[in-house]
DNA sequence: CACCGGAGTTTCACCTGGTGTAACACTGCA
DNA sequence: TGCAGTGTTACACCAGGTGAAACTCCGGTG
């Protein structure tokens, strides 16, 4: 957690200058000086670094400054998981401080549950080393089983044909489709998927069990993601954590599903 | 034409870090210092202010720094044209370097030439005030007739059907639609289109005329743009023009084609 | 034609703020 | 328990970022 780490005025200004152009189509040295507040010497070197870093243009043409249409490329990598790993992070951290107890977010993501961002790092209990690639069960896991629960009839049916055909023992319950969809039924009134008792071990020393529930993040009838409560079965009930925090954790997966529809900042 | 702005080192760094960032998925400080070759101490400051920004970000799960989803909304404002505009410009400064008299070059839109970019501004001769909107006729002027007389059949009848309808008198050439399909074939088949005789006045005096040839800049089988090549008639003939310039042109027009499709840097 | 005002550019001296070394803290790993 | 690798903090130096002021260039106006 850098605390006391200073940032680079030059830069931060640089950034506001790229911003501000980015907001008009095009402006002249004055439209940014009113709009920055910054002299004009400033301005006019951080146009030339900036054009001289191939994110904005100056036009021959009437001298208006523009942001280069090289920027079109930016953040084109990332995909899906990012924009919802980046939203998350912050919801997920305010709920790490008020609950004590880490979350994560997942997807799911060719058979299994992609871990995308965990507020392990911050609870003040343990450290528990799930980073085996990030991925968990969909059986096994409350996330893998609220995502299951929580999405519509087809996609349900899909996964677990996929599943019964995995080669993973921890999949194998699926072949039994009957018992699995009853669970999930239950699951799903319940408003909340709850792990396999015996499914992930918790802290280095692996004494003590791990318990966990989740609840889907939903865009309309598809599920999104997922966010997990997890916590020591030795330390404190199921039906005591519910009681205390699933509406605290579905008005998150709320916040997080809103914050993905209509990114602020 | 700034010469001896000094650009400001601070914030060339924090875009190489950008960069850096964005060409990996994700990196620790320790590859952007490998990467980089700054100081970690720098970099831990540069990365702040770029969290700060809004345009990278640091995930708390794996405390590696990523490029924040939000930049994806960057250049999401400019279109085709400032691309085309973007890609020309320094084409057209060095051809007005070689040639010395001035180019233009224009895209089709809502019935007229609209004009990117010139090197009006730099020609030692003169500067012509065509800023009325930068928009020129498509009968008259030497770029609206190459657009014309090189685009697809189906293409050049729409818009000749669009002009016959126009109040502007400049248009009304269209409704006699044979002959300026001869003149337009014609065109086509020495590789560049000329101006209208008289259309078109040269410098602030506005006493000699003005004459012009276009190319125009093809992708497949479209039109993307044109270039032109404007003179004072006194001061030579289009014929001598033709002689001089028209590879020179041509080949511009290539390259321009060339840059749009792959661009650089 | 002289004057004026506004935009852009250059110069320059001040001194802040960016910089990297060095020392420190943390975490697995052997 | 020590070691290696990585991330973080402190600090003193002085390069380099900064903006006031002066200057140029242009277009408009009386």
């Not at 009113?34 to 904005?56: N, S």
């Not at 392990?120 to 629960?149: E, K």
């Not at 599920?223 to 916590?231: E, F, K, Q, T």
Request: glycine fraction near 6%.
């Amino acid at each position: 957690m850098q605390v006391r780490v200073k940032s680079v005025r030059a830069l931060a200004r640089g950034l506001d200058v790229f911003k501000a152009l980015h907001n008009h189509r095009s402006a002249s040295l004055q439209d940014l000086h009113d709009e920055t507040g910054l002299a004009k010497p400033t301005l006019l070197r951080i146009l030339k670094t900036l054009e001289e870093g191939g994110v904005a243009r100056r036009s021959s043409r009437d001298g208006r400054y523009r942001v280069s249409a090289s920027v079109r490329f930016f953040g084109q990598n990332l995909g899906v998981e990012d924009a919802i790993a980046e939203q998350a992070a912050p919801v997920l951290d305010r709920l790490c401080r008020d609950m004590l107890w880490p979350s994560d977010i997942a997807v799911y993501k060719d058979g299994a549950m992609e871990i995308l961002e965990s507020s392990r790092h911050q609870t003040p209990f343990m450290v528990n080393r799930d980073r085996i690639g990030f991925r968990v069960h969909m059986l096994m896991s409350a996330m893998g089983r609220a995502h299951l629960a929580f999405s519509p009839a087809a996609e349900r049916r899909a996964i677990l044909t996929r599943l019964s055909r995995s080669g993973d023992p921890y999949d194998h319950a699926a072949r039994n489709p009957s018992a699995v969809l009853a669970d999930l039924a239950n699951d799903r009134t319940r408003g909340y998927a709850v792990r396999e008792t015996g499914y992930g071990r918790w802290g280095i020393a692996e004494r003590s069990q791990a318990d966990a529930i989740a609840v889907p993040v939903l865009q309309g009838r598809r599920v999104l993601a997922c966010l997990s409560l997890a916590w020591a079965a030795g330390a404190t009930t199921r039906t005591e954590m519910v009681a205390r925090h699933l509406s605290r954790l579905q008005d998150a997966a709320a916040e997080i599903a809103g914050r993905i529809a209509a990114p602020d900042q």
